[in-house]
């Protein structure tokens, strides 16, 4: 759903940020009426419309009581009380002289879950927020493994110095708090999405250089490592080609288990303010804008975001438990 998220969401604006605030905080499944006027906009590509979105072709006025009398329409916006002066609009002057049809003017949006405070669409910015916690989770990984893979199979396969000075250099990294780490981070590199994946990514690195080291200390005096010594391998092959592989299975549930501490990370930054900057839609960010409503009747505006993230994290420690059975050479 991330993926195809501009091809499922009703709001197909960069970022789901089309805001009407006569429509803030409506409840699910409400509908509302448009009022679409034509104006002129940048061209994109498919594949801009496909991962960007595209700007409106409309200028789009919620309203409410229209009368439609020759080519001009009357109508009162969305939540004016009824004695109100009713405003008009030439709709000749947008759509030319020929016969005007409803379904030109008029476009009705529904949201599935509600509106936010600003009258976006919930649902709209939901789908694309999960973009948001996918590309931290799996870059943050990513610079994990880059880092923590090298380091840890050096220390444990050199042992001596090597070892005791990397191993320093973990319990050092380890012993600060990794949110205060990654918002120390954070501070220093500015705020922004791209910033947040480097900070979590380099606190992240110790869980995975920790487990490496442990894996290397036990499999490098295997029978088939001493062969591969005696046949004069380099210790890059030996490790990459011999050692690493027998070491995949834990790799793969630490680093699932840190892709699902990445999201949340990313989500309490967002909510303190530090990651992605709006308008980008973040899980995070949609709780920190309505936390406020969870002791009125629109509670939901902050346990939706908050039930995808719990449930976000919970499927990767799953999907992280199944592949370790899977990859696991020991249980086959």
């Known amino acids: 759903m991330a993926l195809f998220a501009y091809t499922l969401v009703e709001d197909k604006s960069p970022n789901a940020n089309e805001m009407h605030l006569a429509l803030a905080n409506q409840s699910p499944g409400f509908k509302a009426l448009l009022l679409a006027l034509p104006k002129e906009v940048e061209q994109k590509s498919a594949w801009q419309r496909f991962w960007q979105g595209t700007e409106l072709a409309y200028q789009r006025i919620p309203i409410q009581n229209q009368v439609l009398k020759w080519d001009t329409l009357y109508y009162q916006e969305f939540g004016a009380l009824a004695e109100s002066e009713a405003q008009y609009v030439v709709l000749s002057e947008y759509y030319g002289p020929t016969k005007i049809r409803e379904k030109e003017y008029l476009q009705e949006k529904f949201f599935l879950f509600g509106s936010d405070r600003f009258g976006r669409d919930l649902f709209s910015r939901l789908i694309l927020g999960a973009r948001v916690s996918f590309s931290v989770g799996f870059l943050a990984v990513l610079i994990s493994l880059l880092i923590g893979i090298p380091i840890g199979s050096l220390a444990a396969y050199y042992g ?24 120390a981070i954070t501070l ?27 894996q290397i200390l036990s499999i490098k005096e295997k029978e088939y490592i001493q062969a591969a010594r005696v046949l004069a391998y380099s ?14 299975a834990p790799l793969i549930v630490i680093s699932a288990a840190n892709f699902a501490a990445a999201i949340l990370i990313e989500s309490g930054l967002s909510f303190l303010g530090l990651g992605a900057q709006p308008p980008t839609p973040t899980w995070g960010t949609m709780i920190k804008d309505h936390y406020a409503y969870l002791i009125v009747d629109k509670a939901y505006l902050a346990i939706i975001p908050g039930i995808a993230i719990m449930t976000l994290v919970l499927a990767f420690m799953f999907i992280g438990n199944a592949l370790r059975d899977v990859l696991d050479i020991r249980s086959t």
């Open 188 to 214: 220093a590199l500015g705020k922004g999405l791209w910033q947040v994946y480097l900070a979590i990514g380099f606190t992240m690195w110790v869980e995975v250089a920790r487990v490496i080291r442990g």
């Open 160 to 183: 001596s110095w090597v070892d005791k000075m990397i191993l320093w250099l973990i319990n050092v990294v380890w012993s600060i708090p990794g949110l205060l780490l990654v918002i």
């Open 235 to 248: 210790d890059m092959r030996i490790i990459f080609r011999h050692i690493l592989p027998n070491a995949i």
